[in-house]
Each structure stands twice: as structure tokens, then as C-alpha cells.
């Protein structure tokens, strides 16, 4: 699997980083792809840039980022790196995280 980047263009800088770390295409990290490109599409429209990335491919960069577990979504910007791990199906969590109210 290659890495995928999705960037919703916009005129201003990306307001949110997101990285998404997955083994393979198992069913949990498939999960995790569809809960982050649905919470991306959803409450990030246009102010994100995200990276999914199968650390069998690129093991050197999951060492480097420190990928002790997977699926794990680390997003960065505009506050202090926030990581979550698991199929991303509590978006709530991950929402209240980022301070975003759901809609």
C-alpha cells in the first residue's frame, strides 16, 4: 500500500496534520481509514491534510515516529500533538480533543 495524502485545498494554511498509521489493509485499519476520512469530510472540511501511511512499507518511518500501535492517528496543529489509537470509531472522543462540537 503507498502512502495516500487527501488535502482539501483551501486559500488559507491547513489548519490540522493528520497521520494515520496502519499495518496492511486488515479489517481494523480499514475501519480506522473510513472513521478518519468520514470525521475529516465531516468536521474538517477544508482545513486538513491527511497521510495514511502502512508501516510495512515503511518500517524506518514507524520506528522514527515511534508507531508502537496500530491503527494510530496522531494529529498535529493548531494545538500539542494529540494521538489516538483503535479503529476511531469514538469520534466524539476525538472530537472533544480537538475542542470541535459535533454536529
Known sequence: MKPVNMTQP???MKKY???L?????TLLSMRAIANVKGLCEEYLEGQYELEIIDIFQRPSLAKR???IAT??????RP???????????Q???ILAELN???K
Open 71 to 76: 491503527p494510530m492517528l496522531k494529529i498535529k
Open 79 to 89: 494545538m500539542a500533538e494529540r494521538v489516538f489509537v483503535g479503529d476511531m470509531s
Open 65 to 67: 515516529e515511534r508507531i
Open 91 to 93: 469520534i466524539g472522543k
Open 21 to 25: 498509521y496502519v499495518t496492511a489493509m
Open 10 to 12: 483551501t486559500g488559507e
Open 100 to 102: 470541535i462540537k459535533p
Open 17 to 19: 496534520d493528520l497521520k
